[in-house]
């Protein structure tokens, strides 16, 4: 979802980029609406794949833990992280204003903020892709529905 969401991202933000060229009001509130909605569920996303992928790395990186020290311990990180997360996101509703504000001070225009996002949103859906996504990311199997396998001590052999 959460690279999907990405991808969306970048269609919105080409979008707003035409509407205001062709000076569409009511396209570019379109727009915009679809990009508060399409980050509503990013951010849901986000915040779901983070115990999931505690769950995962956990056993992988701590086999000397039972079960429900694994279990703990992927909460007690999925807490950290997600806290961690929140911070880097709430720190969004400064930089981007901030971003239009010296993009139309520069330049008169938005464009540059908004192309400067773009690129953002392209290099998320990238690392996104990679990390998680992609055959033999760590989401690959979970978001397809096939079991993983179990998790084998580091420098075991599987």
């Given amino acids: 979802v959460t690279f999907w969401v990405f991808l969306g991202m970048m269609v919105g933000t080409l979008s707003v980029v035409h509407f205001l060229d062709a000076k569409d009001f009511t396209g570019f509130l379109a727009s915009f609406v679809f990009m508060f909605f399409v980050t509503g569920v990013g951010n849901a996303s986000t915040f779901q794949m983070i115990p999931v992928i505690m769950r995962q790395e956990v056993p992988r990186l701590m ?37 239009f504000g010296m993009s139309i001070s520069a330049t008169g225009t938005p464009h540059v903020a908004l192309y400067g996002f773009l690129v953002f949103y392209a290099s998320c859906a990238a690392l996104t892709w990679y990390a998680y996504t992609r055959k033999g990311g760590l989401l690959h199997d979970v978001e397809r529905g096939i079991a993983a396998p179990a998790p084998t001590a580091q420098g075991a052999p599987a």
Avoid: H, M, W
């Fill in 63 to 99: 086999p000397e833990l039972d079960s429900a020290q694994r279990t703990r311990q992927a909460e007690k990180e999925s807490a950290a992280i997600v806290g961690f997360t929140s911070a880097i996101a709430a720190y969004g509703a400064f930089f981007i204003p901030r971003a």
